[in-house]
Nanobody, 120 residues
Framework: HVQLVESGGGSVQAGGSLRLACAASDNVSKYYMAWFRQAPGKEREGVANIYTSDGSTIVADSVKGRFAISQDNTKITVYLQMNSLKPEDTAMYYC???????????????WGQGTQVTVS
C-alpha cells in the first residue's frame, strides 16, 4: 500500500486552469494511478489514469481534450492538468493507486484525502 496526498486544488473562474498533484509515499512503478472526482450528490467519476511503467493513459470522454494526466520521472508524483475548466468540473478530486487498469473506482486500493476544485 501507498499513502497518497493531493494538492493544487482551489477556486478558479470558468475557462481557467489548475494543475493537481498527487504525491505517493513510495515509488509507484508498475501501479495504475488515477484521478477521480465526486461532486455533491453525485457518484464518484473516473477522470483519468496512467500506467506508471510505460506512461500510457486513459482519459474520460467528459474531460478529453481538456484534462491530461502525467507523472514525474521519479514515479512518485502524478499530475492532473486541467484546462478550459467549466462549472461542472467543480468537485472533490481524489488520487488513487491500484494494480488494475480502468476508471472503475473498485479497481483501486489506495486513496488520498482529496482536494477541492471549484469553478465559477
Amino acid at each position: 500500500h501507498v499513502q497518497l496526498v493531493e494538492s493544487g486544488g482551489g477556486s478558479v473562474q470558468a475557462g481557467g486552469s489548475l494543475r493537481l498533484a498527487c504525491a505517493a509515499s513510495d515509488n509507484v512503478s508498475k501501479y495504475y494511478m488515477a484521478w477521480f472526482r465526486q461532486a455533491p450528490g453525485k457518484e464518484r467519476e473516473g477522470v483519468a489514469n496512467i500506467y506508471t511503467s510505460d506512461g500510457s493513459t486513459i482519459v474520460a470522454d467528459s474531460v478529453k481534450g481538456r484534462f491530461a494526466i502525467s507523472q514525474d520521472n521519479t514515479k512518485i508524483t502524478v499530475y492532473l492538468q486541467m484546462n478550459s475548466l467549466k462549472p461542472e468540473d467543480t468537485a472533490m478530486y481524489y488520487c488513487a493507486a491500484g494494480w488494475r487498469c480502468g476508471l472503475d473506482s473498485m479497481r483501486y486500493d489506495d486513496w488520498g484525502q482529496g482536494t477541492q476544485v471549484t469553478v465559477s
